[in-house]
Each structure stands twice: as C-alpha cells, then as structure tokens.
C-alpha cells in the first residue's frame, strides 16, 4: 500500500551523533513532520499490507531478531498456515557459493476460539559480523528469500544506528510511520521496539487474527533487520473472562529472544550487545519488586557491563518513568522507585519507553535522594542520571494522549517541571501536547547523540 503522506501533519525527530556538544538537553529546532491529532483507524483485513503470500503453506510473518549476545547469532521467525512444513533456513554469505543449513522449532498456542499457525524459529549463530546474508524458508515451490546485514563486532567506536518505534498496531498512521522509517535517509540498522506491538486485544475475544495480519504488516522490514522485542500491556492478552489466564501467551509464542544468553530465566527481560551498545531489556508488567527473578537478574547484569566495551548502556521499558502526560500517569513510578537509583549508580545513557502516545524528553535529572519524609522530591540535575525518552506513537488505533497532567504530587513534580521547561525555553514547541509520530533513528558513535529537538553528550563514565 502505498501511504497516504501528510507530511504537514507530523513533526519528525532525528538522533544522530554529536561529540560533546551539550551537557544537558539544549533545545533546537523541530522539523517540520507533525503528526495529526486524528484518530486513525485500522486498516481492513483485505489491505494489501495483510497480503498472505501466494502459494500451498507458503511461509509468512517472517521477522528476524538478535539471536545471541553479540550479534553473531539471528532467531529467524515465520509460520506457515496449513501444515507445520520445514523447520530448516537455508542461509548463505553474499559473495560465497557456500550454503549452510539450520533447524529450528514449530511450536503452535490456542487462544479462546482461535488455533495458530505453525510458529517457528530457528537460531542461526556463528555469522561472521558486518556481513550480509541471504536466508531461505519454506519448501518446493513456496520458498521465500530474504535478507539482513550482520552488525559490525562489538566495540567502544562501532557506529550504528538503531531505528525506534513503539505503540505501533495496524492502523493506516502505523503503516505511514514503518514506511516513514524504511525510507529514513538515516537508515536504521536494527530496530528497538518499546512495546505495544498489534493491539490485537482490542478486539473482541483479543481477535488473534490480528496478530497474524500484523505479523504480515511488518514483514516487509522485520525481514529485513532485527527488530529488538520489548513487550507492553498489548502483549499480556491476560483474559481470564474468557479462559485465557496465562499472561504474554500470543507475544511469547510468536516473538522469540535470546534471553538465555545474557542468562535470564525469561524471555520478558534480556540484554544483548549490539555495535558499541549494550541493551537491557526490561518488562514493566513482570514482578520487578525486590528479591524477584527480574530484579535479581538486572542487578546483576548491570553491574557487569563494560563500558570500555559497550560504552552506550541503553534501557528499553514500556512505561515511562517520567511522565507528564495525563495518559498513564505516574505508571512508571513504582518501576522508577526500584530502578531509578540503579540507573544512576551504573550510568545508563538514555532510558527509552513508550506506552504515552506522546512525546517527551527528560534532562538528565534524578529524584533519588527522596525518602518520603526528607521533602527531596524535586529531582535535581545528575550528570549520571540518564535521558528519559517517551519516544512518541507509533500510530495504534487509540490515538495520541495530548493533556498534561497539572498534579503537584511530589514524585511527579519532576516531570511536570521537564514539560514546563521545554515550554519555556521553546524545545519543543510543536511538541508538547500534540505527540509526535516515532520512527527515529538513534546513531551512535562515540560519546554523544542529538535528536533535531536537543543535543544530549554522553554520560561521564
Ligand atoms: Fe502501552
């Protein structure tokens, strides 16, 4: 389908590298893509984006992701409708004759009235880095072929460029923000996803035939490169009402993660090395308190990163845990109480999150000196402290949150102050209380990144 642009309608952010430019986040100048606070709507299970592959079984809603720790490894993901056929990719390096051979696993779930197709996944690891190679799925005469390109191999000066995007579901806006983000001149190697990925629960009885037309709708990139999982409160299809009592069933069944590799017990929280970044994965709708399986793991791993490897520590949530808008409010406050203290101590550069179907952007500030009784609820400045992105909507069906929240709660006073400010300076004037529409590139290179809004240098390690 080619997107309906209304490019006068939408504001568009950029982040890319700058060395040393800001200590904090020193405004610039939107651009002028800006999103229009229209309601979008789904887009009709005959929209040719849902296309089913032609052919008997043909495989569909391939996706790839990272595979390993390091980026050497690449979890291949399809189904095929009608039968389970072949587990196996065959994948090959540009410029050799060589073909190897994988096998993966078919796994399938019921849901309510809905059966799936056969879901697999096969690991291909041992691939040389910053390389590309072909893969094949399927057999006979419904093979598919696709490809992606290898990172480059972990190190402190890799330059890479992710791409964002979070909140996305199947509307005609999401189709516009993934072929906004194909044609990026930016050109995402990887994409971080920050949750809320079909919003097939907003249909009755959580319709999971719209995670299959989601999963064709994103094919034509997640084919292509990894797309980076974290699940939202659309991935928890938790519906007792209607027999379905294991939360993230339809998310677990359909999106695998290396999360054995950073040696997590769960595939809901992880962390991957990827170009000069180090990645945590966290899930906001997971036990995250004290002595859990979640925080065990995270305050282990984070104290083991190495920065002179990896000097960009990135962590991706659905909730922020800053958040001004009236949508979600204070939400994240109870994952910020845990973590914040953790973020600062161990210096995460920059915390990314959706969930708000808007934008908004933090200086590096903390609120960890308060105690409930000591009255230090007003963050102050950190240089430690890490940037809170709320990357913006991706283009679902519910639309953009728009009104701020004029609470003086204490704990919230924090993030009442970042919007006030960014009004006051004029950040980011077309920003605050419209949203805009997220698809963006964040480059990294060496000790700093921009968006086209601001200029953050890295952290101090
Ligand atoms: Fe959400």
């Given at each position: 389908m080619v997107p309906k642009w209304v490019c006068a309608g939408f504001v568009y952010l950029l982040l890319g590298l700058i060395l040393?430019?800001?200590?904090?986040?020193n405004g610039g100048m939107t651009s002028g893509y800006q999103r229009p606070n229209n309601l979008s709507f789904d887009m009709p299970l005959d929209s040719d984006v849902f296309r089913v592959p032609p052919g008997y079984n043909a495989p569909q809603q391939v996706h790839i992701t990272q595979?390993?720790?390091?980026?050497?490894g690449v979890i291949i993901s399809w189904i095929t409708p009608d039968e389970p056929g072949s587990n196996t990719v065959v994948y090959w390096a540009e410029n050799t004759e060589l073909k190897n051979c994988a096998d993966g696993i078919v796994v399938t779930y019921k849901y309510f009235d809905y059966t799936s197709g056969f879901i697999h996944h096969c690991t291909i690891k041992d691939l040389e880095f910053d390389t590309k190679y072909y893969y094949e799925v399927g057999i006979g005469n419904t093979t598919r072929q696709f490809w992606f390109i290898t990172p480059p191999?972990?190190?402190?000066d890799v330059p890479y460029t992710f791409g964002l995007i979070g909140?996305?579901?199947?509307t005609y806006d999401s189709n516009t923000t993934l072929t906004h983000y194909e044609l990026n001149?930016?050109?995402?190697?990887?994409l971080l996803f920050v949750g809320d990925l079909?919003?097939?629960?907003?249909y009755p009885f959580h319709d999971n035939n719209r995670w299959d037309t989601w999963g064709r709708f994103i094919e034509r990139n997640a084919a292509h490169q990894p797309w980076i999982w974290t699940a939202g409160?659309?991935?928890?299809?938790?519906?007792p009402a209607i027999g379905?009592?294991?939360?993230?069933k339809p998310y677990t069944h359909r999106f695998f993660v290396p999360y054995e590799a950073s040696e997590?017990?769960?595939?809901?929280w992880y962390s991957i090395k990827r170009a000069s970044a180090y990645i945590i994965v966290m899930s906001s709708y997971s036990a995250f308190g004290k002595y859990t399986p979640q925080y065990k793991w995270f305050t282990n791993k984070v104290t083991e990163v190495n920065r002179t490897e990896t000097p960009w520590l990135i962590v991706l949530m659905h909730p922020p845990m800053y958040n001004s808008y009236?949508?979600?409010?204070?939400?994240?406050e109870t994952m910020r109480v845990m973590y914040e203290p953790w973020f600062v101590e161990y210096k995460v550069d920059v915390v990314f999150a959706g969930h708000v179907h808007a934008y908004e952007r933090s200086e590096?500030?903390?609120?960890?000196?308060?105690?409930?009784?000591?009255?230090?609820c007003t963050p102050v400045n950190n240089h430690s402290a890490p940037v809170y992105i709320?990357?913006?909507?991706?283009?679902?069906?519910e639309g953009l949150s728009t009104a701020h929240s004029h609470t003086t709660q204490p704990t919230v006073k924090p993030a009442l102050d970042m919007a006030f400010l960014t009004l006051r300076t004029g950040l980011m004037p077309t920003s605050v209380g419209i949203g805009i529409k997220m698809d963006m590139p964040l480059k990294l290179t060496h000790n700093g990144f921009t968006t086209d809004t601001g200029n953050h240098r890295k952290s101090p390690l």
């Amino acid at each position: 389908m080619v997107p309906k642009w209304v490019c006068a309608g939408f504001v568009y952010l950029l982040l890319g590298l700058i060395l040393n430019v800001a200590e904090f986040c020193n405004g610039g100048m939107t651009s002028g893509y800006q999103r229009p606070n229209n309601l979008s709507f789904d887009m009709p299970l005959d929209s040719d984006v849902f296309r089913v592959p032609p052919g008997y079984n043909a495989p569909q809603q391939v996706h790839i992701t990272q595979g390993d720790y390091e980026g050497r490894g690449v979890i291949i993901s399809w189904i095929t409708p009608d039968e389970p056929g072949s587990n196996t990719v065959v994948y090959w390096a540009e410029n050799t004759e060589l073909k190897n051979c994988a096998d993966g696993i078919v796994v399938t779930y019921k849901y309510f009235d809905y059966t799936s197709g056969f879901i697999h996944h096969c690991t291909i690891k041992d691939l040389e880095f910053d390389t590309k190679y072909y893969y094949e799925v399927g057999i006979g005469n419904t093979t598919r072929q696709f490809w992606f390109i290898t990172p480059p191999k972990v190190g402190p000066d890799v330059p890479y460029t992710f791409g964002l995007i979070g909140d996305l579901g199947q509307t005609y806006d999401s189709n516009t923000t993934l072929t906004h983000y194909e044609l990026n001149p930016a050109k995402g190697q990887a994409l971080l996803f920050v949750g809320d990925l079909s919003y097939a629960d907003d249909y009755p009885f959580h319709d999971n035939n719209r995670w299959d037309t989601w999963g064709r709708f994103i094919e034509r990139n997640a084919a292509h490169q990894p797309w980076i999982w974290t699940a939202g409160n659309h991935e928890i299809d938790f519906a007792p009402a209607i027999g379905e009592s294991i939360p993230f069933k339809p998310y677990t069944h359909r999106f695998f993660v290396p999360y054995e590799a950073s040696e997590s017990t769960s595939p809901l929280w992880y962390s991957i090395k990827r170009a000069s970044a180090y990645i945590i994965v966290m899930s906001s709708y997971s036990a995250f308190g004290k002595y859990t399986p979640q925080y065990k793991w995270f305050t282990n791993k984070v104290t083991e990163v190495n920065r002179t490897e990896t000097p960009w520590l990135i962590v991706l949530m659905h909730p922020p845990m800053y958040n001004s808008y009236v949508s979600h409010y204070m939400e994240g406050e109870t994952m910020r109480v845990m973590y914040e203290p953790w973020f600062v101590e161990y210096k995460v550069d920059v915390v990314f999150a959706g969930h708000v179907h808007a934008y908004e952007r933090s200086e590096r500030v903390s609120n960890v000196a308060y105690n409930i009784i000591n009255g230090l609820c007003t963050p102050v400045n950190n240089h430690s402290a890490p940037v809170y992105i709320t990357i913006g909507d991706g283009g679902n069906q519910e639309g953009l949150s728009t009104a701020h929240s004029h609470t003086t709660q204490p704990t919230v006073k924090p993030a009442l102050d970042m919007a006030f400010l960014t009004l006051r300076t004029g950040l980011m004037p077309t920003s605050v209380g419209i949203g805009i529409k997220m698809d963006m590139p964040l480059k990294l290179t060496h000790n700093g990144f921009t968006t086209d809004t601001g200029n953050h240098r890295k952290s101090p390690l």
